[in-house]
């Protein structure tokens, strides 16, 4: 499997979640582009943003690779013109439909493989939240890894 197999297949695995039966992202690409950059009537969006790759080459085993990629997630809250939003709530939910996609697919290695096209994808390390409670948008990344067998 090549590595644009791979990250085209993690896009879209993202890009389809959907929050209550309807689509969670408005946008969705693989092109980081600053949330000032994303109308607001095109939030919530998801980015895709591929960031390292390492590999382990153990004697006498084959290489193995890990991909590491973050996804942004743009919400543009209106919270200045409605004290009563509380940004997080508009935010919460599409965190949670991340997480909840992750579902363990190879019980006996506990792993998330994606349908088989990896040997393991997990959320790793701290999300970083930017609520903008001081005004409309609120900006949240999120670090994943992605092991290839």
Same mark, same amino acid.
């Given at each position: 499997?090549t590595?644009?197999?791979i990250?085209?297949?993690i896009?879209?695995?993202?890009?389809?979640?959907?929050?209550?039966?309807?689509?969670?992202?408005?946008?969705?690409?693989?092109?980081?582009?600053?949330?000032?950059?994303?109308?607001?009537? /095109?939030?919530?969006?998801?980015?895709?943003?591929?960031?390292?790759?390492?590999?382990?080459?153990?004697?006498?085993?084959?290489?193995?690779w890990?991909?590491?990629?973050?996804l942004?997630?743009?919400?543009?809250?209106?919270a200045?013109?409605?004290p009563d939003?509380?940004?997080?709530?508009l935010?919460?939910?599409?965190?949670?439909?991340?997480?909840?996609?992750?579902?363990? /697919? /190879?019980?006996?290695n506990?792993?998330?493989?994606?349908?088989?096209?990896v040997?393991?994808?997990?959320?790793?390390?701290?999300?970083?939240?930017?609520?903008?409670?001081?005004? /409309?948008?609120?900006?949240?990344?999120?670090?994943?890894?992605?092991?290839v067998?």
């Open positions: 499997m590595r644009e197999t990250y085209a297949t896009f879209t695995f993202w890009s389809n979640l959907t929050v209550g039966g309807s689509p969670a992202f408005k946008l969705a690409t693989r092109k980081l582009k600053m949330w000032e950059d994303v109308e607001p009537e /095109d939030q919530p969006a998801l980015l895709q943003l591929q960031r390292r790759e390492t590999v382990e080459r153990p004697r006498g085993l084959p290489a193995k890990t991909l590491s990629l973050d942004y997630l743009y919400v543009h809250t209106n200045n013109n409605d939003i509380v940004p997080s709530q935010f919460n939910p599409l965190m949670d439909a991340i997480e909840v996609a992750m579902v363990v /697919d /190879d019980v006996s506990n792993a998330v493989t994606l349908g088989g096209i040997s393991h994808c997990f959320i790793d390390g701290a999300v970083e939240i930017f609520e903008g409670n001081l005004g /409309d948008q609120l900006v949240a990344i999120i670090p994943i890894t992605v092991v067998p």
